[in-house]
């Protein structure tokens, strides 16, 4: 664990130092998986689209990153302020704290919440304000705002990195700071996986798809990955390269994991059993929609990154098995200071 924790301040001390070399941008899709009750119930995990060249001057104000600085994590939500998307910095989103020595070797959940609830008066209470009424007065409110922060406590993630220009991070922000930004989140049609696809296609026009027969039509984290993977495959002059995210060690419960539609009920007894004995038709369409059209296998190859773009080792978690530690780093910019800007 302490290799571990000193390893990481020193990838990404090196990392911060060397950021005037790097100038290419990048995006890259997390693809999270689920965790708890409801992750048992629908294992389609949840997705964000990472931009190392776009940070977050409020979460729902983007500018281009100064130098040194990681980039930030935008996703779609449901029911944070009336707002349909947030972005919050990358080191933050990861692990509830704002500098990476402050990273805890392992964690249980009181330690997660603590940390989560800091970080939320310290740069969260216009979204989650303390509650004002009753035998919690001052304490962290309930709802959704947790998913904001501390992803990596909860979930693994697998991310898929694509290159992008500093013209296209342009746009990316003009289109999303102009437009208006609210709330309408439908698990159906309005997901954080249709958002992904609606952000990757900035970047890569019809890059991404929903699939009509193993997804029954519903954007999930799972297809977003297997398109954009795909379109790789088709477009062999883009740089792609994928990463995988441990979930940090300590006694939370370990994330599931990340299935698409009807894989989830092909996988799962508790679905494919009823169905079958209901309805053998349907069941034996559903498996063979999968087997011809919904098979996709997390990459085990991937890179196992603390922080994307710095390769190290978590001791205490389980990377996949033949990790590779080695990938094409994802830079930090190296963009010019902004004279305004505080130094």
Request: net charge negative; aromatic share 10%.
């Amino acid at each position: 664990m302490r290799q571990w924790c000193a390893g990481l301040t020193t990838l990404v001390m090196l990392v911060l130092a060397m950021g005037g070399v790097w100038a290419r941008a990048d995006a890259a899709l997390l693809m999270e998986e689920p965790y708890g009750e409801f992750g048992a119930f629908n294992p389609t995990g949840h997705a964000a689209i990472y931009l190392n060249h776009i940070c977050a001057e409020s979460p729902t104000v983007l500018r281009p990153c100064r130098a040194g600085e990681p980039g930030a994590v935008i996703s779609r939500y449901h029911k944070i302020d009336g707002y349909d998307w947030l972005a919050i910095p990358l080191v933050p989103y990861l692990y509830a704290v704002e500098h990476v020595e402050d990273v805890p070797k392992t964690a249980d959940a009181p330690l997660e919440a603590r940390l989560r609830d800091q970080y939320r008066r310290d740069h969260l209470l216009e979204l989650a304000p303390d509650v004002e009424k009753g035998k919690k007065v001052g304490e962290a409110p309930g709802g959704e705002w947790t998913q904001l922060v501390g992803a990596s406590y909860d979930r693994r993630i697998y991310g898929f990195q694509i290159q992008t220009t500093a013209e296209e991070d342009e746009e990316f922000m003009n289109r999303f700071n102009d437009s208006r930004n609210a709330g309408h989140f439908n698990l159906l049609f309005h997901n954080c996986a249709d958002f992904s696809r609606t952000l990757l296609d900035v970047y890569y026009p019809h890059s991404v798809h929903r699939n009509i027969f193993s997804d029954l039509g519903i954007t999930t984290p799972k297809q977003v990955a297997r398109s954009l993977t795909k379109y790789a495959d088709q477009h062999p002059d883009l740089k792609f390269s994928t990463f995988m995210i441990p979930q940090v060690p300590g006694s939370i419960k370990r994330s599931h994991p990340i299935d698409g539609v009807l894989e989830a009920v092909v996988k799962s007894k508790k679905y494919v059993v009823p169905l079958a004995v209901l309805n053998p038709e349907v069941a034996a369409g559903f498996v063979v929609a999968y087997l011809t059209d919904g098979r996709f296998k997390t990459p085990k190859d991937s890179a196992v990154e603390v922080i994307p773009g710095e390769p190290t080792t978590m001791n205490g978690a389980t990377p996949e098995p033949g990790a590779n530690e080695a990938r094409r780093p994802l830079p930090t910019p190296a963009a010019t200071p902004d004279p305004a800007a505080p130094q």
